[in-house]
């Protein structure tokens, strides 16, 4: 059993009812009633492997001695839920079905580290501390950026990262699905977006700078069905998936694939191949009517594929936007004829004139586009949204100009950012931001007022993979410092000054046996495992504190 005191994220208040305890045993049944039945199929799927008791369904609306039971309450608001455990039964209401499987979540953590594990381990005793507990997330878009483009991630290794996220009580996954590095899913319209797009000969090992190389290919793609069974996987778990298609910047795989896509007329693209190395590349879209039916075609297909009724952020369609060279098109006689024809001032007024076509197309078919903070650059329709990754200047401009805002600035949220300034830090990139940074991260800008800061979504943390090869080295990345996002962007926290790291730290202790039982592969508060270095391997250090977000 596991201390009221011991949970991630913490919850809004807990009152206790005395020493006493609810066991669970061979006879404790489990129901559900109207509205919370993913919850309950999720909590019973979980607690059966984990614990080797039947939980056998009862009948709902009776509070019944020996039961676990799920309701929908509509007098608590959407994402909210309360826990009563007392006499015997535990209670889980929720305000909707995501705070029903919020509250499942937390009675997971309430049963011990021995609840996250596959298989029964042979413990007898499975028992729940009699209290109440009241919650509800402070924001609605709590995510996780994952970058499957410059290191591939497999299918089950999605699956299991939306099961990590939903453990923490983040809803939204933010699927970064192409860039020059490779491109992950199947366009049936355009089979050689995944036939050439989608692997590699070689990759870079380290930062752009090191002179390592990996020389065996690298590629995957996720199929139309893939992308169906993990929409769906995540919507089970009141995960919205964003699927993000990189435009106009960033798209070296599809010019690969299909080189009539780029800037034909100052470079060869025929000769171009999927990018090796990391950076950011000067081979960008050609910005031509060609080019923007292409990509209509691309993302009918993902319309199709991420349904915008599977979650609340579900209509949203990322489509980057981000670190876009204007070079070929200053020198392309086809962009400076486009230009003219449009009447548009300059080169970077012609990549807004890109991005609002995408905006319009996008806003007929019900959908909304968000994109980095630089698609701000030449104005926005009003239902369009940012995330802000520059610091928190873009987030503060979207939002005073009346868009909507996700907070993910650089300074604070990018986890591929080393964690230590230690030498056996594995591939150091950029400044160190430890757990306790992003602990006291706070996603609201100061200075915006009550209605501009009402804009502010949310929050995610992004994972870029470029010196991530597997698995292991995303979770080394990822945690623990996810953790500690999820908490701020779940719990009502205090300001960051005022903030109680160290009384975190403590819960932590109890979470990492948590994220042992999942078998995450996250950095200990020690430093990284021999297994966990590499040495030899070049990152890009950066020295100092990091620049004022």
């Not at 896509?261 to 100052?266: A, R």
């Not at 991420?306 to 489509?319: C, E, K, L, R, W």
């Amino acid at each position: 059993m596991t201390s009221l005191t011991e949970l991630i994220p913490a919850p809004l208040s807990v009152s206790t009812w005395g020493e006493r305890v609810f066991v669970l045993d061979e006879d404790t049944t489990l129901t559900a009633g109207p509205g919370v039945g993913s919850a309950e199929r999720w909590l019973r799927t979980t607690l059966q492997a984990a614990t080797g008791l039947p939980l056998r369904e009862g009948a709902p609306g009776r509070a019944a001695r020996n039961a676990v039971e799920l309701r929908h309450d509509d007098g608590l608001p959407p994402g909210a839920y309360r826990i009563a455990v007392r006499d015997d039964r535990a209670l889980i209401t929720g305000g909707d079905p995501a705070g029903a499987f919020a509250g499942a979540q937390t009675l997971r953590q309430l049963l011990g580290p021995d609840a996250f594990r596959r298989a029964h381990l042979g413990r007898t005793r499975w028992e729940l501390p009699e209290a109440e507990i009241e919650d509800a997330p402070r924001f609605r878009w709590r995510g996780l950026m994952l970058d499957v483009a410059r290191h591939f991630m497999p299918k089950e290794g999605v699956l299991r990262y939306l099961d990590l996220m939903a453990a923490h009580k983040l809803n939204v996954l933010h699927f970064h699905l192409t860039d020059d590095q490779g491109w992950r899913i199947e366009i049936r319209k355009y089979p050689k977006l995944t036939g050439t797009g989608s692997w590699r000969a070689r990759t870079k090992i380290g930062h752009r700078a090191s002179p390592l190389w990996d020389d065996r290919p690298h590629g995957g793609h996720y199929t139309q069905d893939d992308i169906r069974e993990i929409v769906a996987y995540a919507a089970e778990r009141h995960i919205s998936v964003v699927p993000e298609i990189d435009v106009p910047g960033h798209s070296q795989a599809a010019i690969a694939a299909y080189p009539e896509l780029g800037n034909s007329d100052v470079v060869d693209t025929a000769s171009l191949n999927v990018w090796d190395t990391w950076g950011v590349n000067p081979n960008v879209l050609a910005p031509t009517d060609d080019t923007l039916r292409f990509y209509e075609g691309v993302l009918e297909e993902v319309l199709e594929l991420f349904p915008a009724d599977a979650g609340p952020f579900s209509p949203f369609v990322h489509i980057g936007g981000d670190e876009c060279p204007k070079d070929q098109w200053r020198e392309s006689d086809a962009a400076r004829k486009q230009i003219g024809e449009l009447g548009l001032a300059d080169e970077d007024a012609l990549q807004s004139w890109f991005i609002r076509h995408f905006d319009s197309w996008l806003a007929e078919r019900g959908r909304r586009l968000i994109g980095w903070d630089e698609i701000l650059e030449g104005g926005l329709a009003p239902g369009a949204a940012v995330s802000s990754w520059r610091g928190y200047s873009g987030g503060v401009a979207a939002a005073r100009a009346g868009h909507d805002v996700v907070m993910c600035p650089q300074q604070w949220v990018y986890l591929d950012y080393r964690q230590d300034a230690g030498p056996d830090e594995p591939v150091p990139i950029a400044y160190v931001r430890t757990l306790e940074d992003v602990y006291r991260f706070e996603p609201v800008p100061q200075e915006l007022t009550p209605e501009e800061s009402a804009r502010v979504l949310g929050t995610q943390a992004n994972v870029w993979t470029e010196v991530m090869e597997d698995q292991g080295r995303v979770d080394y990345q990822v945690f623990p410092r996810l953790a500690a996002l999820a908490e701020v962007a779940w719990s009502d926290l205090p300001a960051p000054a005022d903030r109680d790291y160290a009384g975190f730290e403590r819960r932590m202790a109890a979470h990492y046996r948590r994220l042992d039982a999942l078998g995450v592969a996250y950095r200990p508060p020690t430093g990284p495992l021999p297994w966990q270095r590499r040495p030899g391997v070049l990152g890009r250090p950066l020295d100092g504190p990091p620049p004022s977000a």
